[in-house]
């Protein structure tokens, strides 16, 4: 086996890059344009794929006034990287402005000759791990609070002790009877002074543990949603591959170029061969992550990395190497000797086969991304997390013993005959705290009240919740039923009754509740939850309730589904069948009435595979065509086709269909109705027919009454009658309008039943257009008609189909402008076709009237009545120009004229 080190080809070098974890995009010029994103920087943004192509100030117009723009302006015209740690960064993310944090990378990349050729961004998401080290500093100053607190403490112990001392001196002056009552007297009021300050540290400390309380929810709030979105960007990390590999290979421009994105990468990459693991090509990063210097390609994995042999990554190599099969790591600890000394790191990383033009595995790629510094913060903000949690239980065995404490000093006031003044301050600043209580509840953004005791007396209803029952607060202290009667035979009364008796929460979602608001009675809907709160003893005492009304989003809901069923309603009554095809899966869902246009009953399965089988194979390439088309373009998807029912027979099937797609833009789903037009197109068939036969039959009285009509002209002028002369020329105009009529429509029939032959031939069209000109030039007197000069240009087409062409384009620019005025006619050729154009000065046509222009008998609206027409001639010059693989189409603004074109490949 060949060791050596060797250069990878630029499309390997792509490769390797397309698998990196991180998020990327590069820039050029100094708009910062961006020339290439991948799908984890777009989803940075908060936006979609559209911004490739725009500058970077338009496509993130929020980056504007930050100084992101003018930091890549700045290393566009230095070429100096740019390196950042923690950067915040305002985004629109979702349709809210919100605040992340980012290490990124702005790195200029060179050409051969020194020039900048882009800049390459790399960013990290590190909002998380800086919420992390917020929460760490966090968690330390609730520590250091709680250490103050044991201090506080300690000296309540102090002085706790030293009231006890007072007591024994007390006592000991009482049975001596030796003790003034000046001495007495102040023995009470010092007393008096230290219980004060004891119930100021008491009220403090108290305060401080509802705040840690408080703040200890808030941060395993915020840790439970630190690491919900640590796993998104893990999964990010992942989906963002395959998109990065497509986006590399779209900016691949030279070897040199891919190598130095790759080896300027901030991620590490690195590249093994064969099973021994030999190391082909390591960038910058990897290398400084291993810390072994950066002269490594050619050396063993094994040998580079000694320290690994124990932690499983030689084995993941070995079963990646033989399997084919990729191994992905999320968190991993890693222990890295990294100069001398054994260091833990966390990776995310993996390990992808690489396969050769045979498809056997010739080695391994390595990715990874350095997560050290989230999973350390996670360790920590568990640990912390721990701590408070001892904390806490030390803190509540510490208030056991200060109910103690409070206990004996009311025993003390008691004997020393506390004043009724100052019983009456302490209940007031009881009454004071519970008022603040109180206020908190009754502000709050969700509606909230109590419930006390099973006769569910209300208590603490604050303003949200008076809201939704229309009510004052002059309900508070009365029942539920008192409150609100028509609650009194809905189950909530018999919910909340059971909580009180087991103690268990109930949670409501979405559930119904009527009631009488301005009299009226309302159906609404609620999310809500009783919680039961326990007393000393541990029985339900109260049952705290709180309730968001979702009336609106269940409304919605049901219109949704009321839509849906008006749909199906339609679909049955109009005898369409319907189906859903899952792009990915290529599995099919279809009703009974789908089926049966394929001649399948409703027990039959029936898959996408079995729908293309049933179709006459001239149509199956048609079909897919347009479905890919439509899909590519967000489009409505339109084909006529044949299928062959089990029983031999054939039927005419006409589809319509529209793709579903995702929020990323993907298609997912194709959606689609049918109806059987078998009977139609017969129907069509004989009409078809029938104007067939009427216009053969037509044209023999025509042609005779047209010689007959040249004799009589003949002998008009021979006896110089002008009259006559006169009245059979109008005569002859007619005949011919009469013919040129009843050719339309033998052109129609023939393009229906498939009948118009193509007679295609090699001739040039600069002769073909001479003939035109010099025919209208005879024939038409009332225009000024102006033919551009035409080169010689030879087309493989037939010659007098399209010379019929050419000649409607020019009979209708006559027939819509007015008189004297000019048509120019031109005919150009370039870009492997011919292009002929026939301009008029007339009226011009409408945007709706030109969506229909070149359909069968379609007519302009409010066209003059002395224009006549069938509406057939622009049809068949459609038709004319498809069989030849050609195209026709119109430019036209009212009041200023139209051009007609038509293309066909030379």
């Known amino acids: 086996m060949n060791t050596q080190s060797h250069r990878f080809s630029n499309e390997k070098l792509l490769e390797i890059l397309a698998l990196s974890q991180n998020a990327t995009a590069i820039y050029t010029g100094e708009e910062i344009t961006i020339q290439a994103a991948n799908n984890v920087m777009i989803g940075f943004w908060g936006k979609d794929r559209s911004v490739i192509g725009k500058p970077l100030a338009e496509a993130v117009p929020e980056l504007v006034g930050q100084p992101f723009l003018d930091i890549l302006r700045e290393v566009w015209r230095t070429g100096i990287t740019y390196e950042a740690k923690d950067a915040e960064a305002l985004l629109l993310v979702d349709g809210k402005l919100q605040t992340f944090y980012f290490d990124f990378v702005y790195r200029a990349i060179n050409n051969e000759a020194g020039e900048i050729d882009c800049i390459l961004h790399t960013a990290t998401d590190v909002t998380e791990l800086n919420l992390g080290r917020n ?28 009231l006890s001392a007072a007591n024994e001196e007390l006592a000991a002056a009482m049975e001596e009877l030796s003790a003034t009552n000046d001495e007495l007297q102040l023995t009470k009021d010092s007393l008096q002074a230290l219980n004060d300050e004891l119930e100021r540290r008491v009220a403090e400390r108290t305060k401080k543990v509802e705040d840690l309380y408080q703040e200890l929810e808030t941060l395993n709030k915020e840790l439970r949603a630190s690491n919900e979105e640590l796993v998104n960007a893990n999964e990010e990390l992942s989906v963002s591959r395959e998109s990065l590999e497509k986006l590399v290979v779209e900016l691949a421009g030279s070897e040199n170029r891919t190598r130095s994105i790759i080896e300027a990468a ?18 910058k990063a990897i290398t400084d992550v291993w810390g072994k210097g950066d002269n490594l390609t050619g050396r063993l994995y094994a040998e580079v990395l000694p320290e690994l042999d124990n932690q499983e990554v030689f084995k993941q190599l070995d079963d990646v190497y033989t399997s084919g099969i990729s191994f992905e790591a999320r968190n991993q600890r890693i222990d890295l000797a990294v100069e001398g000394e054994l260091k833990t790191f966390y990776f ?62 009311k025993l003390l006031y008691e004997k020393l005959k506390i004043s009724q003044d100052e019983q009456h301050e302490l209940i007031n600043e009881l009454s004071a705290s519970e008022r603040k209580f109180r206020t908190l509840i009754k502000k709050a953004p969700v509606a909230i009240n109590v419930f006390r005791t099973r006769e569910l007396i209300i208590e603490s209803v604050n303003d949200k919740m008076l809201e939704i029952w229309g009510k004052t607060d002059g309900v508070e202290g009365k029942t539920f039923t008192e409150a609100l009667p028509e609650i009194a035979n809905q189950p909530f009364i018999e919910i909340l009754r059971a ?11 979405e559930n119904k509740a009527v009631i009488i608001k301005d009299g009226i ?3 609404r809907y609620f999310n809500f939850i009783y919680q039961p709160i326990a007393e000393k003893d541990g029985s339900v005492g109260s049952v705290l309730q709180v309730v968001t009304e979702v009336t609106d989003q269940v409304n919605s ?7 849906n069923t008006r749909l199906n309603i339609a679909i049955e009554a109009g005898g369409l069948g319907s189906t859903e095809v899952d792009l990915a899966t290529g599995k099919m869902e279809c009703n009974e009435q789908f089926k049966k246009y394929f001649g399948r009953t409703s027990d039959q399965p029936f898959t996408y595979t079995d729908l293309f089988e049933a179709m006459l194979p001239q149509y199956r390439k048609k079909v897919k065509a347009l479905v890919a088309t439509a899909i590519e373009k967000n489009s409505l998807y339109e ?24 929020n990323n833009g993907n298609a997912i789903k194709m959606v689609g109705i049918i109806s059987d037009i078998t009977e139609a197109k017969a129907d069509e068939q004989r009409k078809n027919d029938f104007i067939g036969m009427v216009s053969h039959e037509l044209k023999t009285p025509l042609t005779s009454l047209t010689a007959y009509m040249q004799i009589l002209q003949a002998k008009a002028r021979k006896n110089s009658d002008n009259f006559a002369s006169g009245a059979l020329d109008m005569a002859n105009k007619q005949v011919k309008k009469m013919t040129t009529m009843i050719n339309g429509f033998l052109n129609v029939s023939r393009l229906e039943s498939g009948k118009i032959h193509i007679d295609s031939q090699r001739f040039d069209m600069a002769g073909l257009v001479k003939e035109i000109e010099e025919e209208s030039a005879v024939t038409i007197t009332s225009h000024n008609v102006i033919f551009a ?12 189909k399209i010379g019929q062409v050419i000649n409607n384009f020019i009979s209708n620019a006559v027939k819509y402008s007015p008189m004297g005025s000019t048509i120019h006619i031109a005919c150009l050729s370039g870009d492997g076709s011919v292009q002929v154009s026939v301009q008029d000065e007339g009226r011009g046509i409408s945007p709706e009237d030109q969506q229909k222009l070149f359909e069968r008998y379609y007519r302009v609206k409010d066209q003059p009545a002395t224009i006549s027409g069938f509406g057939i001639g622009l049809y068949v010059c459609a038709e004319i120009i498809n069989r030849h693989n050609g195209n026709i189409w119109l430019e036209s603004e009212p009041d200023k004229g139209s051009t007609f074109y038509f293309s066909l490949p030379v």
């Open 135 to 162: 929460l760490v500093a966090h968690a330390k100053e609730q520590q250091e609070a709680l250490e103050r607190e044991q201090v506080l403490n300690q000296e309540l112990g102090t002085s706790n002790e030293e």
């Open 266 to 283: 901030p991620f590490p990459i690195g590249v093994y061969t064969g099973r021994e693991m030999r190391i082909t090509f390591v960038n």
């Open 348 to 409: 995310n990383y993996n390990f992808t086969a690489l396969r050769n033009e045979a498809g056997e595995v010739y080695g391994v790629m390595n990715t990874a991304a350095d997560v050290t510094d989230v999973v350390v913060a996670k360790q920590q903000l568990e640990k912390y997390a721990y701590e408070l949690a001892s904390l806490n239980e030390e803190l509540t065995a510490s208030n056991e013993e200060q109910v103690a404490v409070n206990l004996e000093l």
């Open 499 to 509: 909580v009180f008796e087991t103690g268990e929460p109930y949670y409501g979602l």
């Open 521 to 523: 009675p309302e159906d």
């Open 557 to 563: 809901k049901r219109e949704i589904a009321e839509v």
């Open 639 to 662: 084909s006529q086709y044949e299928v062959a029912w089990p029983d031999g027979s054939i039927h005419w099937i006409s589809a319509h269909g529209r793709a579903r797609y995702d």
């Open 789 to 800: 000069p035409v080169e010689e240009t030879p087309v493989y087409a037939d010659r007098d």
